[in-house]
């Protein structure tokens, strides 16, 4: 079997499942400097998933790709320690501000010169949670899309995936190139280790800006970073704590009488 091409595309975010205090801005927004920024969970799945394929396909390789500010080599770096072969880092200030519209440009354009087989991402990021930048890649890249992969087969030129729906699950195959977004009941993301540390000395981290790709059709400057961001935030904040719950005791008809008397003094009915 021919080995692939993939590329991960990730991303690093503030850690928001453990919001304090100083998370939130004055302005609503959140303060990215207060939170600690790691490798999107669900993106590791996505790492997984390629690099379990690689595991069983002979000449396969993984790439991350991911756009953000220097430090977002950090995550490529990791994806390395787990076994990629190398990573693209899209860094530029032209990109920043950039919502999921400039975003997915900006990806789209970056990966036309890559001539992947496969694109990976997980199903969306912890700090926006939109799960719009791999749909709307796909749609840029004219590449068929298979979303909430729970199961992942491959066999020859076509995958076979799992989709998790809310009653179920619906079972699609689909040829490469393609692209997949993951959920994390996908897989259990492998650990770093100290072997894949060390290999990390002699692999590729290419980093592209805006100059590297402003000769594309699809990009220019009212396409990227916040001119290109239709996005606008009126207030980020953290929902305030529910209050303790009330239990009902007694036989059906009383406790439906209670429960009535209850949500028509609150005027909820």
Excluded: W
Aim: glycine share 10%.
């Amino acid at each position: 079997m021919k080995g692939l091409k993939i590329v991960v595309l990730a991303k690093q975010v503030p850690d928001t499942r453990n919001v304090g205090k100083d998370a939130m801005k004055a302005d609503g927004t959140v303060n990215r400097a207060a939170l600690p920024a790691i490798f999107n969970p669900e993106d590791l799945n996505a790492l997984e998933q390629a690099l379990r394929i690689k595991d069983k396909i002979e000449g396969t390789t993984v790439h991350i790709l991911t756009m953000g500010p220097g430090r977002a080599a950090e995550i490529i770096r990791e994806a390395m320690y787990r076994g990629a072969d190398g990573g693209y880092l899209l860094s530029d200030r032209a990109f920043a501000g950039s919502d999921t519209l400039a975003t997915s440009y900006a990806l789209a354009c970056a990966l036309r010169n890559l001539q992947t087989d496969l694109l990976i991402c997980g199903r969306q990021a912890i700090d926006g949670d939109t799960a719009q930048v791999g749909p709307q890649i796909a749609e840029k890249l004219h590449l068929p899309q298979v979303t909430y992969a729970a199961d992942i087969k491959k066999d020859g030129d076509t995958i076979t995936v799992q989709r998790m729906l809310e009653d179920g699950y619906m079972t699609i195959k689909v040829q490469t190139p393609c692209l997949l977004t993951c959920i994390k009941e996908l897989n259990n993301p492998r650990y770093m280790s100290i072997g894949g540390i060390l290999s990390t000395y002699s692999k590729p981290l290419t980093t592209l800006g805006y100059e590297d790709l402003k000769d594309h059709p699809l990009i220019d400057a009212t396409t990227i970073g916040l001119k290109g961001s239709p996005t606008n935030i009126f207030k980020s904040f953290t929902p305030p704590q529910k209050g303790v719950g009330m239990m009902l005791e007694g036989d059906g008809k009383e406790t439906c009488e209670k429960l009535a008397g209850i949500l028509a003094a609150k005027h909820i009915i």
